[in-house]
């Protein structure tokens, strides 16, 4: 048996009752109850903390971890992150999903609209989309709703917001207005899964690892969409702050990037997609411009794969392109980093964006067995 088989062997009898509590706390309901909140709770790049904070505290309070061993920092380090700590040592991984979402600045009113400036990679193709103006934060918790309007792409990658107001300010925020909704019958799911959906899923993991003797870190960051047109040092931001932050003996040697894995070329060629097939894995992130995963790595993601299908839990290694996520900030202070996310498509509105609850349940499983084998000495010293 090789070491990763070994190892994978042990945690049922190292966490008693381990794949029966997943099944139990980790369903389309339990999901889907959070991503809700955090999807309908716009929080543009900038706002993270103040918006998302207190709706994290919430949904952990009232969700069924073991609130002893979850620690909640609404701003990590002034990073603009949100950190959840679960146990009491130092986390033998960081787990990370952005909790920002894409926004637009408005100019100045020009008698019939506003011209908007993307504050993120705008990829919507012509068209008019539903769209939300929303107040600059007063303290914290929800942003104020200004103006119900639509988001107007044009040929020549203008875009423009028209309601029925003309005394917004410079730089308001505008965001695409959609409400999370899940069709049970087709398992879709929308909303703002870039990526309120990796973020539901750390949560929900958060909540399950408390039970256990187990030290991780959640991170909700913020700005990670951005300017991205001007390389890895334009967006992540946050996350690089938290990074640069923090005592070196307290920096991650393993992370897990948890976001979408994009489905667009498939769809626009009628190719297979990965919709269906669980959680997505991938071994290098914008082509080997964001992070590259060591072969060592990949190779017990594999594993991983092989033995979570054995009890169920799907597993599909990404045949197509990944965009850069928080990688690019996690890879300048470790060379261990995962991929690992949900397939998903139109995350930034070209179209209604879509995923599955399926591989989001399944996807959220996979955290927290790759979670509980980190906390394995050997594993670490085999595979870090």
Known sequence: MSEAGYILDQIPSQYPAIMATLDRMVTGEAYFRIFQQ??????????????????????????AGNQERITLDRNARNSGSITVKVGAGRPALWLS??????????????????????????????????AMALAAPHGTGPLERLAEGQMISYEDASVRFVCDRDDLPMHTRVVHHLAANWDRQSDHVAGFLDNQAGSAALLLAAQVLSHYDVNALMLLNDEEEGPVD??????????????????????????IVIDGHGQEAQLRSQAATTFGKGASFTGLSSQARGAVTPPQLLDFTRDMQRWAGQHGIAMVEHPGYVGRSDDISLMQFTPNVSIIGYPSAYSHFEQTPQSRMSDLVTMTKVLVLMALAAQDAEWRDAFL
């Open 38 to 63: 955090l999807s309908d709770n716009y929080s543009p790049t900038l706002t993270v903390s103040r918006v998302q904070g207190p709706l994290v505290a919430q949904i952990l309070a009232q969700g």
């Open 230 to 255: 001007k390389g890895n040092q334009g967006f992540s931001r946050a996350a690089n702050r938290l990074l640069h932050r923090t005592p070196s003996d307290e920096l991650p040697n393993y992370a």
């Open 97 to 130: 999903a952005h909790a920002d979402i894409c926004s637009y600045l408005t100019g100045a009113w020009d008698g019939s609209g506003y011209p908007v400036t993307p504050f993120c990679s705008h990829r919507a193709t012509s068209g008019a989309r539903a």
